[in-house]
């Protein structure tokens, strides 16, 4: 019976996986359709039926281009770091519960920080070993403001799990059964949308990528099959972080239907704000981070443990 759970639970990542994999190729889709939209023009129209195979046709185009290889770079780092990039976005997914048969353990929400913070060491490997002015310039920038930004997540989502004393995400979805903690944690719900922005190297805080000043970034070196890695990277955390915002402040309720729509409208939002704001400063991105979100969300930290605490002296 064991080797049948764990046959079960292989075959269900797999799965998820590949799913996530297909999810990505129609966001990056939704992407260019959408900011095609916002520019007034249309977007990619001509692969397939109103463009739908584009994302395949660019996934085939960039596998089978010529890998470059620069020849003063730390070619083990260079060649496993975007591999490796790849690896944790898809690990991430790990941590999202099924109802039935999959790593639906107690402790999901620690495996998202630790898995999360991991990806940040890649994104410097790969600035590093490229042995760029330029890449490392980027690299440096990307991991000083995932370092900034996830100080400040961590301590929101612990407000969160002092709401529902559990590290269990499917306990997220029974506590919002009567009302979502948006209605009750507003300002905390759109510190998290806007540090989630941050962590995952969004417009407007894409420093890591700032083609005007940094050519671009810390994948300047990479082509065909690394940057594509890099890409799909970034697209898998885009998507589970929108759903993880929806786990944690708008219910949800993972077999509803709305649930799905919920996320989409999510990425959406992320694909919005890359449309319509430009890139903030620098000094202004850490600013906030370290000055505003930071004392903001320990205060709200301390009100919610204080809250809680009540509670329990009260029921005692």
Do not use: H
């Amino acid at each position: 019976m064991f080797w049948k759970d764990i046959f079960l639970m292989l075959i269900s990542s797999l799965l998820l996986v590949i799913f996530v994999l297909i999810g990505v190729a129609f966001l990056t889709l939704l992407e260019r359709k959408v900011l095609g939209y916002i520019q007034i023009r249309k977007g990619p129209n001509k692969v397939g039926l109103i463009g739908l195979l584009q994302p395949f046709a660019d996934a085939v185009k960039l596998f089978s281009k010529e890998q470059i290889y620069p020849y003063m770079s730390n070619f083990n780092l260079y060649y496993f770091s975007p591999v490796m990039n790849l690896f944790l976005a898809l690990f991430l997914w790990m941590c999202i519960p099924f109802l039935s048969v999959n790593f639906s353990f107690n402790l999901s929400l620690l495996y998202f920080l630790s898995i999360s913070s991991l990806s940040v060491y890649t994104v410097m490997m790969a600035g590093w070993s490229s042995n760029s002015n330029y890449s490392l310039l980027g690299s440096l920038r990307s991991v000083a403001q995932t370092i900034s930004y996830e100080v400040s997540l961590s301590l929101i989502l612990l407000s969160f799990l002092f709401m529902i004393l559990s590290l269990n995400l499917l306990d997220l979805m029974k506590y919002q059964k009567y009302i979502w903690f948006l209605f009750m944690m507003i300002p905390l719900c759109f510190m998290w949308l806007v540090s989630s922005l941050a962590e995952t190297n969004r417009t407007p805080f894409d420093f890591a990528e700032g083609e005007s000043e940094l050519v671009s970034g810390f994948n300047v070196e990479y082509s065909s099959g690394g940057f594509a890695m890099i890409f799909l990277a970034e697209y898998a955390s885009i998507l589970l972080m929108s759903v993880i915002c929806c786990m944690l402040f708008m219910g949800g309720n993972l077999i509803d239907f709305n649930f799905f729509l919920k996320v989409g409208i999510f990425s959406f939002i992320w694909i919005w704000v890359r449309g319509t704001l430009p890139r903030f400063r620098y000094d202004k991105l850490m600013y906030l981070a370290w000055k505003s979100y930071l004392p903001v969300s320990l205060n709200y930290l301390i009100f919610f443990f204080s809250l809680k605490l009540m509670i329990f002296v009260y029921l005692i």
